[in-house]
C-alpha cells in the first residue's frame, strides 16, 4: 500500500529527541561564534588555518597538477586551431618589436647618459622567488591563491606578487611551505596606482569583479581608456613602476582590466621588497640595512629564491618548463 | 568503505573547489555550491550516512582551505544537511522532481542568504551575480549530481553489487 503524504513532510524520526536538537542547535550556533570570531580576526582561528593549510598544501600541490595540466591543453588547443592566425599576428607583433627595441637602446643609452650627468646612485635590483599556484579561493568573500612558497622561502606578509603580465596580488599570510596572495580583484585589495603618461595619481580597489575600479583620480585627471596603469608605490609596501593593467571603462567610471589573468594563474614570482610599513605589519620580516630588497640571510642559497640577475634557465629548472613566469617580471622590477 | 563513501565523496568535492580550475570570476560560487549539493544529496539517499555534525567538519575544511571566514560554509553545509534530512529519503527516482524542487528552493533561499551574509560580514553591499550565476547553475547541475552519486553508491561501491559478485562466485 502506498504511503501517504509529501516526503517533504514526512519526518525520519518518530519523534521528539532532545539530544539530537540540541546538537543540530549546537552545531548552528558554533557556525556563528566561529563566523564572529573569524570578523574579529581571532589568532586561534588564523593559527588554525595556518596549520591545516601547511598540512594540506603538500595534497593541494598534487591535487591542482591535473586541472593545471587540463588548463594548459586547452589553452594548447586553443593555440592549435587559431595557430595561422596566431602567427600572422605575431609576425606583425615582432615586427612592431623590432622598432621598440631599437626606441628602448636609444632611450637607455640617453638615461644612462643622464643619470650619469646627475651623479645618481643606483637603484638596488629587486630579490624574487618563483612559485606555483596551487589552489584558488572561491565564494563571495575572497579572491586569494596559495601558492607553493612560504616562510622557509623567505616570502613575509605583504610582499608584492606578479607574474609575467603584471601585478597578480600581494601576501597577506604565510605558513611555513605556503603563502596565501590576495588577488587584486579582492574586496580588500586596495592598490595606488598612477595613471598614463601623466601619471595622475589614483587608488585601484578590488570589488570581486574581473575588473579594479579606479577611484580618487583628481577631478581634472587627464585619464583615458586604454592608459596604463601602475603602482605609485605610496602606500610603502609595494615597488613602484610594477605593471598592474589598463584603463577601461568610460570617463567617470573608469575601470582598470589588469594585465594579468586572475582566474588562471600558475607561475608567479614573490618580490622581496622589504619596507618599514612592511616589518611593521610582520614582525618577522628580517631588517634589510642598506637596501630595500633584502635575500633572506639564511635562505641566500635557496633555489627558489633567486636575485634579479639570475639566469631564466635557473628559474625555469624550478618552475618547469611551461613556467615561463619572470621574464617581464624581471624587467618590472628593474624599473 | 561504504559507509564513509559519502563523507569521502564530499571531502574529495572539497578539495576539487580548491584546486585551480582557472574558472571566470563570475563562475567562482559554483564549485563551492555543488559541495553543498553533494551534502544535500547524501542525507536524501536512502541507507547513506552523512551527519549534521559531518557535513559542519566538512564546510570549516571548505572554509580552511578557501580562504574565507570560518564558519560560512560550514553553516550552508549545515543548512543542506538539515533541510536534506527533513526531504524524505529519496525512493530511487520517484521523488526525483520533488527533491529538485527542494534544491531550487533551498538554493535560491541559500544564495540571498549567503548575498547578505556576506554584505554583513564585510559592511558592504557586494556583487550578487555570481551567487544567482552559482545558484542557478547548481539548479541545472542538481540531476547529474544527484544520479552521479547514485551510481557511485550503487553502481560501483555499493552493497548489492558485492552481494552480486559473491553470489556468482
Wanted: glycine share 10%; with cysteine.
Amino acid at each position: 500500500m502506498r504511503e501517504r503524504g509529501s516526503p517533504l513532510f514526512r519526518r525520519h524520526r518518530p519523534s521528539w529527541r532532545a539530544p539530537v536538537e540540541l546538537l543540530s542547535f549546537g552545531l548552528y550556533f558554533l557556525c556563528a561564534v566561529l563566523l564572529v570570531l573569524s570578523r574579529i580576526g581571532h589568532g586561534a582561528i588564523a593559527d588554525a588555518r595556518d596549520g591545516l593549510v601547511d598540512l594540506t598544501a603538500p595534497l593541494l600541490e598534487v591535487a591542482s597538477i591535473p586541472a593545471i595540466e587540463a588548463r594548459r591543453a586547452i589553452e594548447r588547443g586553443r593555440l592549435y586551431a587559431a595557430a595561422f592566425k596566431e602567427v600572422d599576428h605575431l609576425k606583425k607583433e615582432n615586427e612592431s618589436l623590432k622598432q621598440w627595441e631599437w626606441q628602448t637602446k636609444l632611450l637607455e643609452r640617453k638615461v644612462a647618459h643622464l643619470r650619469s650627468l646627475l651623479n645618481a646612485v643606483e637603484e638596488p635590483g629587486l630579490v624574487y622567488a618563483t612559485g606555483r599556484v596551487i589552489a584558488d579561493a572561491r565564494g563571495p568573500f575572497v579572491r586569494s591563491a596559495l601558492i607553493n612558497l612560504g616562510r622557509k622561502d623567505g616570502v613575509r606578509i605583504g610582499y608584492a606578487v606578479i607574474n609575467g603580465d603584471g601585478l597578480v596580488g600581494r601576501t597577506v599570510d604565510t605558513g611555513e611551505s605556503f603563502a596565501r596572495v590576495l588577488l587584486l580583484n579582492d574586496l580588500n585589495s586596495r592598490i595606488p596606482v598612477l595613471v598614463g603618461p601623466a601619471g595622475v595619481r589614483g587608488l585601484a580597489s578590488g570589488d570581486n569583479s574581473a575588473e579594479l575600479k579606479l577611484n580618487f583620480l583628481p577631478d581634472d585627471a587627464k585619464a583615458y581608456p586604454g592608459d596604463e596603469v601602475y603602482t605609485s608605490g605610496s602606500d610603502g609596501v609595494l615597488p613602484r613602476g610594477l605593471r598592474v593593467g589598463v584603463v577601461s571603462g568610460t570617463p567617470g567610471a573608469l575601470k582598470v582590466k589588469p594585465y594579468a589573468k586572475l582566474n588562471a594563474l600558475d607561475a608567479v614570482s614573490v618580490l622581496f621588497f622589504d619596507t618599514p610599513a612592511l616589518q611593521r605589519a610582520d614582525p618577522q620580516v628580517a631588517a634589510a640595512p642598506a637596501a630595500l630588497s633584502a635575500l633572506p640571510t639564511d635562505k641566500a642559497d635557496h633555489p627558489a629564491t633567486a636575485s634579479a640577475s639570475l639566469p631564466i634557465a635557473a628559474i625555469m629548472e624550478h618552475v618547469g618548463a611551461a613556467g615561463l613566469p619572470s621574464v617581464g617580471g624581471q624587467a618590472q622590477a628593474e624599473r | 568503505m561504504t559507509k564513509y563513501l559519502p563523507a569521502l565523496s564530499v571531502l574529495f568535492a572539497v578539495v576539487a573547489t580548491a584546486v585551480p580550475w582557472g574558472l571566470p570570476a563570475d563562475a567562482t560560487f559554483i564549485l563551492p555550491l555543488v559541495v553543498v549539493m553533494m551534502v544535500f544529496c547524501w542525507r536524501t539517499i536512502p541507507g547513506a550516512a552523512l551527519p549534521p555534525a559531518g557535513a559542519v567538519g566538512i564546510g570549516l575544511l571548505a572554509d580552511l582551505m578557501s580562504g574565507g571566514p570560518i564558519g560560512y560554509w560550514a553553516l550552508m553545509c549545515l543548512i543542506g544537511a538539515t533541510v536534506g534530512g527533513r526531504a524524505g529519503s529519496l525512493r530511487e527516482g520517484s521523488d526525483f522532481v520533488l527533491h529538485w524542487l527542494i534544491w531550487s528552493a533551498l538554493v535560491t533561499v541559500l544564495a540571498g542568504f549567503g548575498w547578505l551574509l556576506a554584505s554583513a560580514y564585510y559592511f558592504r553591499w557586494i556583487d550578487w551575480w555570481p551567487i544567482a550565476f552559482g545558484a542557478m547553475t547548481s539548479i541545472v547541475l542538481f540531476p547529474v549530481v544527484m544520479f552521479g552519486l547514485l551510481w557511485v553508491r550503487h553502481g560501483r561501491l555499493g552493497p548489492e553489487r558485492n552481494e552480486i559478485f559473491r553470489g556468482g562466485a
